[in-house]
């Protein structure tokens, strides 16, 4: 998608391309523009440089970026690796547990109320999605209860995007307050 993006230098024209190759390999178009439109809009979040550098990253530096674009997107994802991952990880307590979730979800609920519409079905494949979410970023090792928190090492190209765009960020990695305002 950013590839496509770059070399089109427009998010319409990139659409049209991913979706009339199958560049996403979906079974069905409805898939296809469910897909798209996800990975578009968090897309959308970065900023140039972060959406060139993505381009020739390599893997990890793509998981990072994609990490990244999730955080920027969804303040949901954002706020859990920071109020939960990150707070489990500097207590030396990096067992994530079922009730770590369900406490956080739990204290969401208060301040967006539309969470408390959702069904147990979309509760759990929030839950489901969110988790291997982490692992792909690198932030969770999955294994007992939920997995086991880790801190993802980030390469200095990685760093440097994020820095520029917001050091805040950083926060979404599990680096520390101290450690971003010393940067």
């Known amino acids: ?3 496509a993006f770059v070399q089109t230098g427009s998010w319409q024209l990139a659409k049209a391309k991913i979706l009339a190759t199958n560049a996403l390999q979906c ?5 296809a523009l469910r897909l798209e439109r996800e990975l578009r809009q968090r897309l959308e979040t970065l900023t140039h440089d972060q959406i060139h550098f993505v ?3 390599t893997a990890d530096d793509r998981a990072a970026i994609a990490w990244l674009a999730a955080c920027k997107r969804i303040r949901f994802v954002f706020d859990f690796a920071v109020e939960t991952l990150r707070e489990k990880f500097a207590a030396h307590d990096p067992v994530l547990r079922p009730s770590d979730y369900e406490a956080f979800f739990e204290s969401k609920r208060l301040i967006y109320p539309e ?3 959702l069904t147990p079905a979309s509760k759990s494949k929030i839950r489901q999605v969110l988790r291997r979410m982490l692992a792909e970023a690198g932030l969770l090792i999955p294994g007992e209860m939920w997995g086991t928190v880790q801190r993802p090492a ?4 990685v760093v ?3 820095i520029a765009d917001d050091p805040q960020w950083l926060a979404g990695f599990l680096v520390p307050e101290s450690e971003i305002y010393r940067r």
Not at 27 to 31: L, P, V
Not at 154 to 157: K, T
């Open 154 to 157: 980030l390469s200095p190209p």
């Open 27 to 31: 079974r069905s178009a409805s898939s």
């Open 1 to 3: 998608m950013a590839e």
């Open 115 to 117: 969470l408390a519409q």
């Open 55 to 57: 381009v020739s990253a």
């Open 160 to 162: 440097q995007v994020i």
